[in-house]
């Protein structure tokens, strides 16, 4: 159950093989590529940086897989993300999950990045020709980590500020 | 009570401070209540830790509620919303 932070990029077919090496009672491979768009919300972006906290971005990773590990007969997931300075068209994040059969991994990777995307702490910081400015959380992922039961706790919905952890799912 | 505070993003930046070790009152038992007492300091601390803000925290590196207690050596982050992915 490999997680790595990192500012290098990283190669899927490496990754994936690596993975699945010498586990025979694999029958399917999901993998998810996050990458650096050049438009959000209207304006061009020139680059991006992305801020994490060290050590508890493992273990909410860590916790996010357990917790897919929990609901789906998984073989290995591997997490991938990187920090630091990013451009258009870079790599972010590699979430990769190997199963007997394709219904668990699918629906684990999706799992995975929705979770993710709501509660490990990254920040992205984009240079746009209006200056910087800090990305804004999206409902829309509130909405994609309900789908699973789970409240998010991200504020920026109405009900979600300061939640008590057992209300943070 | 001796505790690390840290500060991520936004709130590290409005704040001009990233990490530092704070003695809290007697009365000061939960993360609710470091936030409210780190908020007495007025100006930009008011502010940027004003309740109904966007603004998440953690105790001992999970996330956590206004409810969670602190001990002594714990660590309490606030930070925005996540946006990682």
């Known amino acids: ?169 | 009570m001796n505790i690390q505070i840290r500060f991520f993003a936004s709130v590290r930046e409005a704040l001009g401070t990233a990490q530092e070790g704070v003695d809290l009152p007697e009365h000061v038992h939960t993360v609710g209540e470091v936030r409210d007492f780190l908020r007495q300091r007025g100006g930009v601390w008011a502010e940027v830790l004003a309740e109904g803000r966007a603004l998440r925290m953690a105790y001992n590196q999970q996330m956590a509620g206004v409810a969670t207690p602190v001990a002594e050596g714990g660590e309490v982050a606030f930070f925005p919303p996540v946006t990682g992915g």
């Open chain 1, 1 to 169: 159950m490999p997680i790595h932070i990192q500012t290098e990029d990283f190669d899927l077919s490496t990754e994936v093989a690596r993975l699945r090496a010498n586990q025979p009672q694999v029958g399917a491979v999901v993998a998810f590529v996050g990458t650096v768009r050049d438009m959000n919300e209207g304006d061009a972006v020139a680059s991006m940086e992305l801020e994490h906290y060290p050590g508890m971005t493992e273990k909410s990773l860590q916790a996010i897989v357990d917790q897919a590990r929990a609901r789906w007969d998984l073989i290995d997931v591997l997490v991938i993300h990187r920090v630091g300075p990013l451009k258009p068209l870079d790599q972010i994040v590699l979430v990769a999950v190997t199963s007997r059969h394709r219904g668990e991994a699918f629906a684990a990777c999706e799992f995975i990045m929705d979770y993710l995307k709501t509660q490990a702490p990254f920040w992205k910081k984009e240079q746009t020709a209006q200056g910087a400015r800090w990305v804004d959380a999206r409902v829309a992922d509130d909405e994609a980590m309900a789908r699973w039961g789970i409240s998010s706790g991200q504020p920026g919905t109405d009900s979600a500020i300061g939640l008590p952890p057992e209300e943070l799912g």
